[in-house]
C-alpha cells in the first residue's frame, strides 16, 4: 500500500478534491500556492488528508521526486546479498532495527554509507552516515522516520 495524498475543501456542501500527489510536500506547496485563489472561489475547510492506495507513483511523473528514488533503492537493496551479521560474502549486512525501519551497513566502505529500509513501506535511503551512534539516540533526530510518504530523517519530519 502507498500514501497518496489529497487537497480537500468543501463548496457548496460537497466535498471537493482539489489536488491529489503522491508527495506530501507537492500538496502543501499547492495548497500555499492557491488557498487564496480558492477562498475566492468559495471553497471552505481546504485542508490536506491522505488515504491508502493500491496504486504506485507514475515513474514519468515522479521520475526526480524522493519516492521513486527510494522505491528504486529498496528494489536494487532486494537484488543484493542481505544477512543478520557480517560474513566475506555479504553485501550488506544489518546492524540494528529502530521503529520498523532496518539499517544496513555495507560491507566495504567503498560501498557507501549506511542504507535504511522500510519493508512495510518499501522503500530505502542512502543515510550519508558511516556509524549509528547519532541514530540510535533516543528521539534523534537523525533517526530515519516515514514522513510525508517518504524516508527522511526525524528533523526533516
Known amino acids: 500500500m502507498t ?16 489536488f491529489g500527489s503522491f508527495m506530501r510536500a507537492d500538496c ?13 472561489e468559495g471553497y471552505k475547510g481546504i485542508k490536506i488528508v491522505s488515504r491508502e492506495t493500491t496504486e504506485q507513483p507514475d515513474r ?10 527510494q522505491a528504486d533503492t529498496y528494489t536494487e537493496m532486494q537484488s543484493l546479498n542481505l544477512t543478520d551479521e557480517l560474513e566475506k560474502e555479504t553485501d ?15 560491507n566495504d566502505e567503498d560501498l557507501g554509507a ?3 529500509v ?6 530505502a535511503i542512502y543515510t550519508g552516515f558511516y556509524e549509528m551512534d547519532d541514530m540510535q539516540c533516543e528521539d534523534s533526530d537523525y533517526a530515519i522516520v516515514f514522513y510525508g510518504g517518504i524516508l527522511c530523517c526525524r528533523f526533516e519530519a
Open 3 to 18: 500514501k497518496y495524498y489529497e487537497v480537500i475543501a468543501t463548496i457548496d456542501g460537497d466535498i471537493d478534491t482539489l
Open 28 to 40: 502543501v506547496y499547492e495548497m500555499d500556492a492557491e488557498k487564496h485563489t480558492w477562498k475566492g
Open 60 to 69: 514519468e511523473v515522479y521520475k526526480d521526486d524522493a519516492i521513486i528514488v
Open 92 to 106: 550488506y549486512f544489518i546492524v540494528d532495527e529502530i521503529d520498523g525501519i532496518k539499517y544496513y551497513s555495507p
Open 114 to 116: 549506511i542504507i535504511a
Open 118 to 123: 522500510s519493508d512495510k513501506h518499501k522503500l
